[in-house]
């Protein structure tokens, strides 16, 4: 993996969120870009430096496309989903659901993601 290439997924994802909130609206976008992608993102950040090292630039990006009434209220609306399905998790019998410690780290993911995206300031050290 290089630079290059995680530069490039995180533009194309942001592009292809813009077309998606043209033609669905912004909870459609935002679902697709910081609901899905981002999470994806931060997840391969934490095994990878090229994808840590674009973390950055991807959240800047996000905080650029949408405003911060937008990232409260939307991140609101994720997090209330995820409580449900978390909720789900713990009533279900079935098989095939998401095991205890796959919830532990979505949700590792999820709290990750929105402390970088309402940070009243984002910097490097």
Same mark, same amino acid.
Request: aromatic share 4%.
């Given at each position: 993996m290089n630079v290059r290439k995680a530069?490039?997924?995180w533009i194309e994802q942001c592009e292809a969120a813009q077309t998606i909130k043209a033609r669905?609206? *912004? !909870?459609a976008a935002f679902d697709y870009l910081v609901g899905e992608k981002s999470m994806s993102f931060a997840s391969s950040a934490s095994r990878h430096p090229d994808f /840590?090292? +674009?973390l950055p630039r991807f959240v800047s990006e996000v905080r650029r496309m949408f405003t911060p009434d937008e990232i409260g209220a939307q991140l609101a609306h994720i997090e209330?989903?995820?409580n449900e399905r978390n909720v789900d998790? *713990?009533? +279900? &019998? &079935? *098989?095939?659901r998401e095991g205890p410690a796959a919830v532990v780290e979505r949700v590792q993911k999820f709290m990750l993601v929105? +402390? *970088?995206l !309402? /940070?009243?300031m984002l910097g490097t050290s």
């Open positions: 530069h490039n997924i669905f609206g *912004l !909870t /840590a090292r +674009e209330r989903s995820h998790v *713990l009533e +279900e &019998d &079935d *098989l095939l929105k +402390e *970088l !309402t /940070a009243p």
